[in-house]
């Protein structure tokens, strides 16, 4: 038999893809880069998604079978959309690359594994209600737990859980630094926490942690299992490496042991969830980890004009701990920022609510503009303004800051004393108490009903008989509110009637019920300082009301199609882009918050916030902010400008005169 050798022509010799038309000199540098450890700094608007989804085309055009890739993304979605683009690009199927969110691998992981951790494969994976459903069972079952009435509620015991195991901390340490209302419930809470874990694992349980924390631990105890997925996984890349906590960053390292084939992409000026769990030590400290790690950068933006892109770079270089790199624009000159001082927050509303509507008669889509601050109660005069307006918009952060359930529990207080036949009102009011349900509220509301004036007929006496012994305290406390709300001198004070809700019961209910308790506080102290405005409850109920605020009809009956303004907290913005960007509240104390500048590194993620905040808009950036404010007594207060606005140098910014006109068809005569 004769022998023949067919000669394999390299992939290396023949790309199908003509990459240097396609990549710039930096995109291209990485994406042909060769093995080891590579770490990519993405500036903001630099492709990083076009970078990532070519280097995994080029592996596999160089002949590295698809099954030995590990894409790693932080939503499913991008992950999706990375590998549909690399077929399209090269023609083959990617359907054997490993590809999702660290969640999503973990659970493959764990299907085939968790027998060696105790776990039957066909496991269940709790959400977040379950969770906290779960946790609220344990509660209940424990009769010395079960008494406390300031203990936390299910949807926080899950937050101090699962930030716990996100961080590597204990609960106890949590607590300390995040929930120090709860020390004297410590040792309840940690014996929860190590009754829920015992208890996920007997009924072949696992949240959303767990797929994290029992891969780690896989990887960890278990060597055969660690060489064999290091092994699997030649090539390992993730995106997004900035928002990593520290069990992903634990994970990536035991999963690189054998080849050490990483390439991380992210961006440190862009790391801004430590609320979550991120660990900005993991990218920034990434060359400690990985002394060997070759470092690429991205600094040529395809998304903002010049004079953004100044004023960005030039905010940014004040932070200490970060690679630096400045941004370049590929686009041409385009109009300087603009910085605007308003006399009040209402004033603020007006002008960016009036300038909206110049933008939009000068041609620019209501979908191409963006209003941004740094919390969700920032947004609450500019919502009404807007509503006023008739200007459509949409609320990224959350839902619309009067349909919150803290802000409708308040207002619901004073919507009985405004008018004590308000049925609704009584019953959300009613149940907020511990062991009213919807029956009890009934019960009392038809009492209080069958009397011609329900606020004069209150007998606390007679209304306790239809409560449960165990309901009977937060009932008196309840119609104890309601007697302070109702004092002759409240009824032109809607400020105060709020202050009162808050003091007496409600702000320790949020502490026990939401984890974001701080931030609802805000809110509440927001609109607490907006009624100052009014002189009685009854006209600022209705001001709520004929703005639509209170309702949701105009909501409903909006067409899907119907452009709107975006309003958006800064967070829930990153990875977005405008044309037209609006930062409002740019005081100090508000951006940075004054809660943020507390914490470990706070000034400096709260000016990577603004640098995020910045980098959205293409062409036009607007920074905002009023001269006056309230302070927490609801007085006025000078405010002044955000250190972030102060410390840049070189004015890469106009400073705009407002000036006050009156239109005399707005009055009547």
Same mark, same amino acid.
């Given at each position: ?63 590295? !079978? ?58 269940? *994976? ?12 344990? $509660? ?33 340490? $949590? ?51 660690? %060489? ?21 960053? %634990? *994970? ?39 002394? %060997? ?11 903002? =004009? !010049? ?44 002008? $960016? /609510? ?61 919507? *009985?004393?405004?008018?004590?036949? %308000? ?10 108490? !511990? ?18 004036? !329900? ?112 309003? /958006? ?65 609801? =007085? ?31 009055? /009547?005569?």
């Amino acid at each position: 038999m004769q022998k023949y050798t067919l000669k394999i022509a390299t992939k290396s010799d023949n790309y199908c893809i003509d990459y240097a038309k396609h990549l710039n000199s930096e995109q291209m540098q990485v994406v042909t880069a060769r093995e080891g450890v590579i770490l990519v700094i993405a500036g903001a608007g630099t492709g990083k998604t076009r970078t990532v989804t070519y280097r995994v085309a080029r592996l596999m055009e160089s002949g590295i !079978p698809p099954e030995k890739i590990l894409l790693v993304t932080f939503t499913n979605k991008a992950s999706r959309e990375m590998l549909r683009r690399v077929e399209s690009l090269i023609g083959s199927s990617t359907k054997k690359i490993w590809g999702g969110t660290f969640h999503h691998i973990g659970n493959l992981i764990l299907k085939k594994e968790a027998h060696l951790l105790g776990y039957q494969s066909n496991y269940s *994976i709790l959400d977040q209600e379950d969770a906290k459903n779960l946790l609220g069972d344990l $509660v209940a079952g424990s009769e010395a737990i079960s008494k406390d009435k300031w203990f936390p509620k299910g949807s926080v015991l899950a937050g101090i859980i699962s930030f716990a195991t996100n961080t590597q901390k204990t609960v106890k340490e $949590v607590i300390v630094e995040r929930y120090p209302f709860f020390a004297k419930q410590t040792d309840k809470i940690e014996q929860i926490a190590i009754d829920y874990f015992r208890r996920k694992k007997k009924m072949n349980l696992m949240d959303f942690d767990d797929l994290l924390l029992n891969w780690k631990i896989l990887l960890e105890n278990f060597s055969e299992i660690r %060489d064999h997925y290091s092994q699997k996984f030649s090539y390992i890349l993730v995106d997004e490496y900035q928002d990593t906590n520290l069990i992903q960053a %634990d *994970i990536i390292d035991l999963l690189t042991s054998h080849h050490r084939n990483l390439m991380a992409v992210g961006d440190d000026s862009q790391s801004i969830y430590s609320f979550r769990g991120a660990n900005f030590a993991n990218i920034i400290d990434f060359p400690k980890r990985y002394p %060997d790690a070759k470092i690429f950068k991205l600094e040529t933006n395809y998304r903002s =004009t !010049p004079e953004i892109l100044n004023l960005s770079n030039l905010s940014i270089a004040h932070n200490q701990r970060q690679f630096p790199k400045t941004l370049k624009a590929s686009r041409a000159s385009g109009a300087i920022p603009a910085l605007v001082a308003l006399g009040d927050t209402l004033k603020q509303a007006d002008f $960016v /609510s009036q300038r909206i509507l110049e933008l939009q008669d000068e041609g620019i889509s209501l979908n191409d503009i963006s209003v941004l601050y740094r919390a969700h109660y920032h947004s609450m005069e500019l919502q009404m303004e807007l509503t006023r307006k008739g200007i459509p918009f949409e609320v990224r952060s959350g839902l619309k800051f009067f349909e919150q359930a803290h802000i409708k529990d308040v207002t619901a207080f004073l919507r *009985i004393i405004v008018n004590p036949f %308000d049925e609704l009102a009584w019953k959300r009011s009613l149940k907020l108490y !511990p062991r009213v349900g919807h029956a009890t509220a009934g019960k009392i509301c038809k009492y209080l009903f069958s009397k011609k004036e !329900p606020l004069r007929a209150i007998d606390t006496n007679e209304l306790v008989r239809l409560v449960s012994a165990r309901a009977k305290e937060g009932i008196i406390k309840f119609f104890n509110i309601i007697e302070e709300l109702k004092a002759p001198e409240m009824l032109n004070s809607p400020s105060g009637m709020i202050d009162i809700v808050i003091k007496n019961g409600y702000q320790d209910y949020l502490k026990g019920k939401y984890t974001n308790y701080e931030s609802r506080m805000d809110d509440l102290n927001q609109l607490a300082g907006f009624a100052v405005n009014y002189q009685t409850t009854e006209d600022f109920l209705r001001e709520l009301t004929l703005t639509g605020i209170l309702t949701t009809e105009e909501i409903s009956s909006q067409s899907n199609e119907e452009e709107r303004v975006t309003l /958006s907290s800064i967070h829930q913005a990153k990875g977005l882009e405008w044309l037209t960007v609006f930062i409002i509240w740019c005081a100090e104390g508000r951006f940075p918050l004054a809660r943020g500048l507390e914490e470990n590194g706070g000034e400096e993620e709260e000016r990577r916030l603004f640098y995020v905040a910045t980098t959205r808009a293409k062409d036009e950036l607007y920074l905002c902010f009023p001269l006056m404010g309230e302070s927490r007594n609801y =007085t006025e207060i000078l405010l002044k400008p955000s250190r972030f606005i102060k410390e840049l140098e070189g004015s890469p910014y106009e400073e705009w005169m407002i000036e006050e006109s009156y239109d005399l068809n707005d009055f /009547s005569y």
